[in-house]
């Protein structure tokens, strides 16, 4: 099995201060550097967890289903992955975050809230460690965080943002299904791009109704057109499963993985496929970056020298706010947005 994925996602976005407002500093393409740097603005989803409880439900003949693990939290991987990121975010920016006084004082670390499992709080509170340079053994190794260290990432406005409307909106899940279907159980024929000219919808249908029968019968899950979310928990299930360095089944052989996995990347893009589905997905998470952008750039941050904001989400929620930001056009390389 490939292990060398991408472990989470980083956005960060400079501004010079001088920027009068947001269409001018994207027009004129100001080359950014650690000189101008005001402002380091950061989302990434939660390190590797343990399967969770809704992973665990999708899969009836789940192999640890009498698991001996915390479900939905972090597992050891996901620990130094989260202190990585703090660490290389202080190696990227050593000039913006070197003095003691600027990772004490000046940097907030906050997460999307969960009352089932506390890997986003602590993910925040690691990636803290990791950019203060703390031992890294130690702060791997902590087991048991206090209430009161954990609160200090609490971010109601951030978890509204980024989760309360999208797991409420049942306008997204409409569409959501819409989406699903026609991307992933196409009904006509159609030519794909110029280097998949010979492979039809038809035959990518009959490809993933092969892989949804294959996972039905050995997991027992009900995969069906109406219930394609399913699909995705049992994708987390056993990515989970092998991050948590327990042993998958035999029948999930690395055919199975890779076919399960790009499958995963056609689920993903077209959750978030038109401007509808992102703007109900993410957008309120855009809405949150420009309302903190503008707090920065008009001195209402506390303290108003405040150097980064770190937020760390589920994938779930960080995905959709890329896509959001990102909007039909995409990133340019070069530019901001």
């Not at 506390?118 to 965080?145: D, F, P, Q, V, Y």
């Not at 299904?177 to 024929?189: N, S």
């Not at 294959?214 to 979310?229: C, F, M, Q, S, Y």
């Not at 499963?241 to 035999?250: A, F, I, M, V, Y």
Request: aromatic residues 10%.
């Amino acid at each position: 099995m490939c292990t060398n994925l991408i472990l989470f996602t980083v956005l960060s976005l400079l501004f010079s201060i001088e920027a009068k407002s947001i269409p001018n500093a994207q027009s004129e393409k100001v080359e950014l550097n650690e000189s101008t740097l005001k402002l380091l603005f950061v989302v990434a989803r939660e390190g590797e967890v343990y399967p969770n409880n809704y992973m665990i439900k999708a899969c009836p003949k789940y192999e640890y289903a009498n698991h001996g693990f915390p479900p939905g939290e972090l597992n050891e991987n996901g620990r130094i992955s989260m202190y990585q990121l703090g660490h290389k975010l202080r190696l990227i920016y050593p000039e913006f975050l070197h003095r003691r006084y600027i990772t004490k004082n000046l940097l907030k670390a906050t997460a999307v809230g969960n009352k089932y499992t506390i890997s986003t709080r602590e993910g925040a509170l690691l990636t803290l460690k990791g950019l203060r340079n703390e031992n890294m053994n130690k702060a791997i190794n902590t087991r048991k965080w206090s209430a009161k260290r954990l609160s200090t990432t609490r971010n109601d406005e951030f978890t509204d943002a980024a989760s309360g409307y999208y797991q409420s909106c049942p306008n997204f899940f409409k569409k959501q299904k819409i989406a699903l279907k026609k991307e992933l159980m196409p009904k006509e024929k159609n030519k794909r791009p110029a280097d998949e000219s010979t492979i039809t919808d038809e035959d990518i249908n009959s490809k993933t109704k092969n892989l949804i029968n294959k996972l039905n019968e050995n997991t027992g899950a009900n995969i069906t057109g109406d219930n394609l979310v399913a699909l995705k928990y049992l994708a987390d299930l056993y990515e989970a499963t092998e991050r948590s360095n327990l042993l998958l089944p035999k029948w999930y052989d690395e055919d199975m993985w890779i076919s399960l996995h790009f499958l995963m990347r056609r689920y993903i893009e077209a959750s978030v496929s038109t401007n509808d589905l992102r703007s109900l997905a993410g957008g309120r998470m855009v809405k949150y970056f420009f309302d903190k952008l503008d707090d920065k750039l008009a001195g209402r941050l506390e303290p108003c020298e405040t150097k980064l904001l770190l937020h760390i989400g589920y994938e779930r929620t960080v995905v959709p706010f890329f896509a959001a930001l990102a909007g039909e056009d995409g990133f340019e390389i070069n530019g901001l947005v």
